[in-house]
């Protein structure tokens, strides 16, 4: 039976990461996970149960209790929280702020975590902050996509102003800077590079090209693996 390649991408916000998961995903027909999607679907029950973001003890036994699922294609994945569809509703303003928040309480990181490896350890692409650190650190192939503040500002920019058009540039930037602050500097599952990973960063870079040089490092590893 051939090896189940697990493919790990990591990187800040506005990265790419979704992209070329998602290209990556189809190109090589392995299950896409989008484990930010994940936290959304964490952040929205407790909205939804109303909890105080600030209680860890609350926030953990909630996740804990959570039946997340992914769903579909890697262009239209769909995210189910207890079998109800809410892929459209995690990428609500007050949804992405509250996962930014709650995805920093190492309970629930740790109940993604082992979720995130169930699903994916019969061969998929990841993305997140820490699936080649702490996820999945014996992936096959482990990529850091990064770029700089502004120019991934602009692409989170133009993502929310096609849903929000009352949203600005320089809020837009602001709320990168301090997510990539915190992402980088909480005490759990910091983000961080790999020490086998392969740093690419794409400012003034087409996602063509980094999909091609990504495609290569695969296929690479595959031939390693007897794959081709």
Request: proline content about 4%.
């Amino acid at each position: 039976m051939p090896h189940p390649l697990i493919i790990a991408i990591d990187g800040p916000s506005g990265s790419g990461k979704s992209t070329l998961g998602r290209l990556l995903a189809r190109a090589l027909k392995l299950l896409y996970i989008d484990t930010g999607s994940m936290y959304r679907a964490v952040a929205l029950a407790v909205i939804e149960a109303q909890l105080d973001p600030a209680d860890p003890e609350a926030v953990t036994s909630l996740a804990e209790s959570l039946n997340i699922d992914l769903a579909g294609d890697p262009d239209s994945l769909r995210v189910f929280l207890g079998g109800r569809d809410i892929t459209e509703q995690i990428r609500r303003e007050a949804v992405t702020e509250m996962s930014s928040i709650i995805s920093t309480v190492p309970g629930v990181r740790r109940a993604m975590v082992a979720r995130q490896r169930e699903i994916g350890r019969w061969g998929a692409v990841l993305n997140g902050r820490d699936i080649g650190t702490v996820v999945f650190p014996e992936a096959d192939v482990k990529f850091f996509l990064t770029a700089g503040a502004n120019e991934r500002a602009q692409r989170r920019f133009a993502e929310e102003r096609a849903q929000d058009p009352t949203v600005d540039f320089d809020g837009t930037l602001a709320d990168m800077i301090e997510r990539d602050h915190r992402d980088s500097t909480r005490t759990d599952s910091p983000l961080k590079i790999a020490d086998d990973a392969i740093l690419i960063d794409s400012t003034g870079v087409s996602i063509q090209e980094v999909f091609e040089r990504m495609m290569n490092a695969v296929h690479k590893k595959a031939e390693g693996l007897g794959q081709t």
